[in-house]
């Protein structure tokens, strides 16, 4: 680490964020590389693994998700994982090197009762492995909230996925407010908020920077950003669009990290689809976390075994617990 910290603003405009994502892009990956090496180690490589503890049948019709049970992908629905069987995944997570574990649930929101008990005590046995935990389990109230920052919650992630005008053409079971809403109860639960989004539906540039304004907002900061590009599921209503550029990703990275000096920048969803090069790229314009494991939520991931040769060629030094 060197220099001065980078000033983590709040008040960032449009057109300021579109310039900047529009630089050349050597110039871009300039500013937010020296942003990076400010705040943040120059190899340092986060891993984090993913399990879904709740798989499909949601309610919600977001157009991405091929767990919407509005949509026709191949996706089933699930019962909820049992506690032994989360607890065995997040020591599986970590004597892969893994530090930290996200469950995810296809809700539209948490309910009161057996359910987020089963909920709660999954956080616990994660703490008690010593793995940052996070979740992801749709909208939460403040006692919610408050009942999972009790049982150790480090993080909620919850993203804004686009911007507030696009995102009316994405989802209609909820609204962009919705969302916000659930990063105050986050927020004020004091749990750190994991927000992000996710690039490739159809949106233009000004809607992805739109989209990093409304969480700069956020105070503070969101603890990380992760940055997905859309995995196009097979029944899905997104499925037919064309891939994301892998520069279009870069670009995005580093506009995060610009904006968020302080944060993880997680490079998300979509690295199967990405050459070990494009994600050493994204990785050295800002992001500093992957998602580690096989398979996201019902999408594949590159093995561990891909990253682990990813992390050596590149001398990528991976967090330890
Ligand atoms: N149901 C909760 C919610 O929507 O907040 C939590 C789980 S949901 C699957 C978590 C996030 O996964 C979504 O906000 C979205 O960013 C991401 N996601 C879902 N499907 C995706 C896809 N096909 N490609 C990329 N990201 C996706
Ligand atoms: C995030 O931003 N991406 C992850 C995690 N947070 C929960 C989810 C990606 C899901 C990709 C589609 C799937 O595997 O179902
Ligand atoms: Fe449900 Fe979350 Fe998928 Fe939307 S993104 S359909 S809320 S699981």
């Known amino acids: 680490m060197n220099a001065v910290q980078p000033e983590a603003r709040h008040d ?13 892009l050597f110039e871009l ?3 937010s590389r020296e942003v990076h090496l400010a705040a943040h180690g120059p190899s340092e490589l986060q891993l984090c693994t993913l399990l879904s503890v709740k798989t499909g049948g949601c309610p919600e019709d977001c157009g991405y998700c091929p767990q919407s049970s509005h949509h026709k992908s191949d996706v089933p629905a699930e019962r909820m994982l049992d506690l032994e069987a989360v607890i065995d995944s997040a020591r599986r997570a970590r004597a892969a090197g893994a530090t930290r574990f996200c469950m995810g649930a296809a809700w539209r929101e948490v309910k009161e009762g057996p359910a987020f008990d089963r909920m709660l005590d999954m956080v616990r046995g994660v703490k008690g492995l010593g793995l940052e935990a996070c979740c992801t389990l749709g909208m939460l109230d403040d006692d919610q909230a408050r009942r999972l920052k009790d049982a150790g919650l480090d993080a909620y992630n919850h993203n804004l996925d686009t911007s507030r005008d696009a995102y009316r053409s994405i989802v209609s ?8 809403n659930t990063l105050g109860a986050v927020q004020r639960a004091g749990i750190r908020v994991c927000s992000g989004g996710i690039i490739g539906m159809g949106e233009t540039v000004a809607d992805r920077c739109a989209m990093l304004i409304e969480l700069v907002r956020l105070t503070p900061h969101p603890e990380s950003v992760p940055i997905n590009a859309l995995v196009r ?10 891939p994301v550029d892998p520069l279009e990703l870069v670009r995005m990275v580093a506009v ?5 000096p302080l944060a993880r920048v997680r490079l998300s969803a979509g690295r199967t689809e ?3 090069e494009a994600q050493l790229m994204a990785l050295y314009a800002g992001a500093n976390s992957i998602f580690y494991g096989e398979k996201l939520l019902t999408t594949p991931n590159p093995g561990e075994d891909r990253d682990a040769e990813m992390i050596r060629v590149a001398g990528l030094v991976p967090l330890t617990a």
Do not use: M, N, Q
Request: glycine letters at 2%; charged letters at 30%; a negative charge.
């Open 12 to 24: 960032w405009r449009l057109d300021e964020v579109v310039a900047l994502h529009d630089l050349p």
């Open 29 to 31: 990956i300039d500013r």
């Open 173 to 180: 079971t909820r609204t962009f407010d919705d969302r916000l």
């Open 233 to 242: 599921v097979p029944g899905t209503p997104l499925e037919a669009l064309p």
């Open 256 to 260: 995060a990290r610009i904006l968020f």
């Open 274 to 276: 990405l050459s070990r």
